[in-house]
């Protein structure tokens, strides 16, 4: 993490499932060999349902209370980490990266699926909404990595395995995350995403580099809708009384 001060933060990863691994393996395998509830046919390639045996069921109930406490310590960290990061900034600048992708490697998958980086996001965006505070979301297709934070040079191809960024125009030597986290940390005071595809309101909007959006198709109204209102049916024309004046008052305040 980047500041506008120019400091730098480092979070490590807790590492909750990695952790218990050790421990899920040896429970998986007690479970593997208890009389489950289903058991696959060979001869007929069928799966045979069946009554679970009390030693499988406890069993599995002991595997179980493993996976809720790796999920607790996972969501309190993340709790830990989203508050004071919103107790302490106003704007926080986060990058939408293809997560879906990126678990797709076999080697960090499993890391990068025990980070939450989708909480991580929507813990950061309500909070930011709950003290009224910006929650900027930088495009997938921002340069965060590839562009010096020095001289704003753009690299043209920068591999997953140089974790060291080095520029060719000014010769700045500096870590890959602390240059794409200095990068994100100037959207904040420039109020953009770098595309427009996705930041905070007022963000001028910018084509995407890579396609178009997509566009909707208007919907036709139903035949046996009215034209004044969908589903047919009329508005009452009744007159407000000074109560239902004073809630609509109430309703546009709130909005603000």
């Not at 508050?83 to 106003?90: D, L």
């Not at 926080?92 to 879906?100: M, P």
């Not at 395995?161 to 500096?174: K, N, Q």
Request: aromatic content about 4%.
């Amino acid at each position: 993490m980047a500041d506008s001060a120019g400091q730098i933060r480092y979070v490590d990863n807790p590492k909750h499932y990695e952790g218990e691994q050790k421990r899920l393996r040896r429970l998986s395998r007690r479970v593997s060999r208890r009389q489950g509830p289903a058991v696959h046919d060979r001869a007929t390639g069928k799966t045979i349902r069946r009554e679970p045996s009390k030693r499988w069921v406890k069993a599995n109930a002991e595997r179980n209370r493993v996976h809720h406490r790796v999920a607790n310590l996972r969501e309190d960290a993340l709790h830990k980490l989203t508050t004071a990061v919103r107790a302490e900034y106003g704007t926080v600048v986060v990058e939408d990266l293809n997560v879906a992708g990126m678990l797709r490697n076999r080697r960090l998958a499993r890391k990068i699926a025990d980070a939450g980086f989708a909480e991580i996001r929507r813990q950061l965006t309500y909070k930011g909404q709950r003290n009224a505070c910006p929650t900027v979301v930088a495009s997938r297709w921002y340069p965060s990595s590839k562009t010096c934070s020095s001289c704003k040079t753009v690299k043209a191809k920068l591999p997953l395995h140089v974790r060291v960024f080095s520029c060719d125009a000014c010769g700045l030597v500096i870590d890959r995350d602390e240059n794409a986290a200095r990068n994100l940390a100037d959207l904040a005071s420039a109020g953009t995403t770098g595309t427009g595809v996705a930041g905070d309101r007022g963000t001028p909007s910018v084509p995407k580099p890579r396609g178009a959006d997509q566009k909707t198709r208007a919907s036709r109204a139903s035949r046996k809708a009215d034209p004044v209102r969908a589903g047919g049916a009329k508005p009452s024309h009744r007159r407000k009384e000074p109560r239902d004046l004073q809630q609509d008052t109430t309703a546009q305040l709130g909005l603000w």
